[in-house]
């Protein structure tokens, strides 16, 4: 059974730092390109970062400079680094894993960015 845990979010002040985390099983994790999603109240489910199997990136603009998403293919882990934190930050951070046609979520974390 396939399974994409996120943990690491929270609560932080506004400048702050967060680093969720989202493991998984059930998959040939090296051979899958990782990202991170969000999705704020009222508003669609955007791309945050992604990594390929290689290792390149990817980031949305809006978090370029401030986020870095890295991959241990020994601990099938993804970690989302969130530097500088904002207000607008705030969201249900998802995981996302992908191979060909094959896709899986995690179910979310959440980050509250407030003071």
């Known amino acids: 059974q396939v399974q994409l845990a996120e943990s690491g979010g929270g609560l932080v002040q506004p400048g702050g730092p967060l680093r969720p985390s989202c493991a998984a099983s059930?998959?040939?994790?090296?051979?899958?390109?990782l990202g991170w999603y969000r999705q704020a109240p009222g508003k669609q489910r955007e791309l945050v970062a992604t990594?390929?199997?290689?290792?390149?990136?990817n980031f949305a603009d809006s978090v370029k400079g401030r986020f870095t998403i890295s991959r241990d293919n020994n601990k099938k882990t993804v970690y989302l680094q969130m530097n500088n934190l904002k207000p607008e930050d705030t969201a249900v951070y998802y995981c996302?894993?992908?191979?060909?046609?094959?896709?899986?979520w995690g179910q979310g974390t959440q980050v509250t960015v407030s003071s």
């Open positions: 990594i390929r199997a290689g290792g390149s990136t």
């Open positions: 059930g998959i040939i994790f090296r051979i899958y390109a």
């Open positions: 996302n894993g992908r191979s060909g046609i094959s896709e899986y």
